[in-house]
């Protein structure tokens, strides 16, 4: 359990960080389509912490490894709380480890599942109280069928803020596409292919109405401006010169040509050298 992650931490990332950084290297795909992938995928149970009976991890070794769980923010204990801040609204809340029958409990209990909430108790509360959610297994096979958009802007808001371990989603790419090789490795950078924009960058979408366009107009001096600062200031926090670049940019180009600043901080690292740029896991 932690009481909060910091976007500093590159061992977690969050779903939406994760999913922009996917429809980043996969052009004809946007950052919703690669968050509905990553949300079936939990429900599915593809980020569930291994059984120790299964996988015969008998000294719970991998059970406990905290590179097996997801992160799922959930209200505070009240016992926690004091007075008044059991009053707030919404209350504060703490990152648990958990799987996908903690994220529906969560959800559920929130409100934050799709469509009507009483269908959803009608499924998961027994007429007898003896069993809590006692319909997972329908709620599960429904909700790998949902479309994100379905859900309400709360219910989005708080899948995308999930965070997953990098080694996790990494291992689990891996098994489906040689596309994403190292994307999330520690050791290699988020992007190692040549600068172009995708077609779901939110400034470029305007841009991109032309077939084959590979770049937004305002890079190749982006990357000029990169290298001269960075040889004027080699010990510059990339953010920053993130945001210089950024800023720089929209006072010589039109907004459509300017790709946003995470954007910019995720291909500083292909432009000046071949480290991972910091803050990849800043939503």
């Known amino acids: 359990m932690t009481q909060s992650i910091s976007p500093l931490d590159d061992t977690l990332i969050r779903f ?33 912490p291994p059984c120790q009976y299964e996988d015969n991890d008998y000294d719970h070794s991998q059970r406990n490894d905290p590179d097996n769980w997801l992160r799922i923010p959930i209200e505070a204990p009240p016992a926690t709380l004091t007075e008044g801040q059991l009053r707030l609204k919404p209350r504060p809340f703490e990152y648990f480890e958990g799987g996908c029958e903690t994220l529906l409990s969560v959800m559920y209990c929130m409100r934050l599942l799709l469509g009507d909430q009483s269908a ?29 958009n379905t859900y309400s802007a709360h219910g989005r808001a708080y899948l995308a803020g999930l965070y997953i ?6 291992t689990w790419l891996d098994q489906r596409s040689s596309r994403f090789i190292g994307l999330f490795s520690n050791n290699q950078a988020a992007t190692d292919h040549p600068l172009s924009e995708p077609a779901n960058d939110r ?20 990357a000029a401006w990169a290298t001269e600062l960075n040889e004027s200031d080699p010990d510059m ?18 907004a ?5 600043e995470t954007t910019i901080l995720r291909r500083l690292a292909g432009m000046l050298d071949d480290r991972e740029p910091p803050m990849r896991g800043d939503a």
């Open 237 to 254: 926090p990339r953010k920053e010169l993130a945001g210089r670049l950024y800023e720089r940019a929209l006072k010589e180009f039109d």
């Open 120 to 148: 959803w108790d009608e499924l998961l509360k027994p007429g007898d109280g003896r069993m809590y959610l006692h319909g997972k297994k329908d709620a599960f096979t429904a909700l790998i069928r949902m479309p994100l």
């Open 16 to 48: 939406d960080a994760a999913a922009a950084v996917l429809a980043n290297r996969e052009p004809n795909a946007t950052p919703d389509a690669m968050l509905e992938m990553l949300v079936r995928a939990t429900w599915r149970g593809d980020f569930n």
């Open 256 to 260: 459509a040509d300017v790709p946003n």
């Open 203 to 222: 400034y470029g979408r305007a841009a991109q109405t032309k077939r084959g366009r590979p770049a937004l107009g305002a890079w190749t001096a982006i």
């Open 165 to 170: 371990p990098s080694r996790m989603l990494q």
